[in-house]
């Protein structure tokens, strides 16, 4: 009887662990999909070519770096999805866009660039609302998998 006990809390421990998990991989995505989000379609990422949108880069190693210059970024959904798919419980998923005017789009800018041209441009705030809403997040995510993992051994009663 006691190996029985000692199986099935095993089992039911192995599957805490898969859900722990699946619920960091299914956060992490709605993230990197949320920051993304147009205002078109309700989010707060401004959108005028897409290039912005298409410059985030996901990395568990280090954060993503702003590239300076002009450079053209190409959808990188799957990219992502592949890196957070792979990311083990208890890691970090860095998300970061690549796009030099990035931080100025996010933040907003007031003042006379690099050029010469003076501006005061607002902030869209994209990457802090989605950011903030990180506990929201994660919540929403563990309603997603629960039933997944429901059929799974339980504890004894």
Do not use: C, H
């Amino acid at each position: 009887m006691t190996g029985n006990f000692a199986a099935t809390i095993g089992e039911w421990a192995r599957a805490e662990m898969e859900r722990a998990e699946a619920v960091f991989q299914t956060a992490a995505q709605m993230v990197a999909n949320e920051v993304r989000t147009p205002v078109a379609a309700g989010g707060r990422m401004p959108v005028k070519d897409g290039n912005l949108r298409n410059s985030l880069l996901a990395s568990t190693t280090a954060m993503p770096q702003v590239k300076e210059g002009q450079a053209k970024y190409t959808d990188p959904a799957s990219e992502i999805a592949l890196t957070i798919a792979g990311a083990e419980l208890g890691s970090v998923v860095f998300l970061g866009f690549q796009a030099a005017y990035g931080p100025r789009m996010n933040y907003g800018f007031v003042g006379e660039d690099s050029l010469g041209r003076v501006y005061n441009q607002a902030g869209y705030g994209f990457v802090d609302a989605v950011a903030q809403r990180w506990p929201q997040i994660v919540a929403e995510a563990e309603a997603k998998v629960r039933f997944r993992f429901e059929a799974g051994p339980s504890l004894p009663t």
